[in-house]
């Protein structure tokens, strides 16, 4: 019953002020043509009426809050559609990056403990979390290729087949082959410049190297600098550049 009225309940209207301030603090959303401007806010309005943004930490959310996640969110669905997220409803933002316990049990039973610094988390059919500091300097951070919105949101898109591996559902077998071959072959190269720039001093590649922790990162973390600086990533990665316009930009 709580889909069907979330699904018929309008979006609302987005205050003219509060839309333009969010384009003027976050230039690569403003940077889009008119028609993918227009596509974004009424995306946005929409994104806003389906989920359900909490505080944690005691951030309290407002407007300029939840419309700064929103508008980030959507852009990687600015074609797909907004359907790649109608897993989850409830968004957590944390004021700022969280420490986070995490354990394993190694192969001869024993237990490893450790904590980790993440600035968000997204796990399917779960909520998406992300931190407002990191969101509010995504502006800013877009040099770097950084942005935890887009980071967590495509996860939720690779996840949507069940399996974070880099594929987000691919229409035919073909294309998830392709797909998988041109990633591997990706993320290979950018962790060999990832250990050459550790182990001998050479330069640190451009993107995060968070990026060659795994195969999903790495993906995740391409696309974050695909959207957010996209000059820079055509340089970087033109295989990867042509992959990702095949899947974000196709017309549906
Ligand atoms: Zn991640």
Redesign the pocket.
């Known amino acids: 019953m709580w889909g069907w009225l979330r699904r018929r309940r309008s979006a609302p209207a987005l205050p003219d002020d509060l839309w333009r301030a969010t384009l003027a603090r976050y230039p690569f959303l403003a940077d889009r043509s008119v028609d993918e401007r227009a596509k974004l806010r009424a995306l946005s309005a929409e994104f806003l009426a389906q989920k359900q943004f909490h505080g944690a930490g005691g951030l309290v959310i407002s407007d300029e809050i939840a419309l700064a996640i929103a508008a980030q969110a959507v852009l990687p669905v600015l074609h797909l559609g907004l359907r790649w997220y109608d897993d989850f409803v409830g968004i957590v933002v944390h004021p700022e990056e969280v420490v986070a316990r995490r354990s394993a049990t190694d192969e001869t039973g024993v237990v490893h403990a450790w904590d980790e610094v993440v600035a968000?988390e997204?796990m399917q059919g779960g909520p998406v979390m992300v931190n407002w500091r990191d969101v509010a300097a995504a502006g800013e951070s877009a040099e770097t290729g950084f942005n935890v919105v887009i980071?967590?949101f495509v996860?939720k898109i690779d996840l949507r087949d069940g399996v974070a591996d880099g594929c987000p559902p691919l229409k035919s077998r073909a294309g998830r082959e392709r797909w998988l071959a041109t990633m591997q072959a990706e993320y290979e190269r950018f962790r060999e410049a990832v250990i050459r720039a550790e182990r001998f001093g050479e330069d640190w590649p451009w993107l995060d190297d968070?990026g060659a922790t795994s195969i999903?990162?790495f993906f995740?973390?391409a696309c974050e600098a695909y959207f957010v600086n996209r000059a820079r990533f055509a340089q970087e990665f033109p295989a990867l550049l042509a992959l990702f316009d095949e899947f974000y930009r196709a017309v549906r």
């Open positions: 968000g997204a980071h967590e996860h968070y999903d990162e995740a973390v």
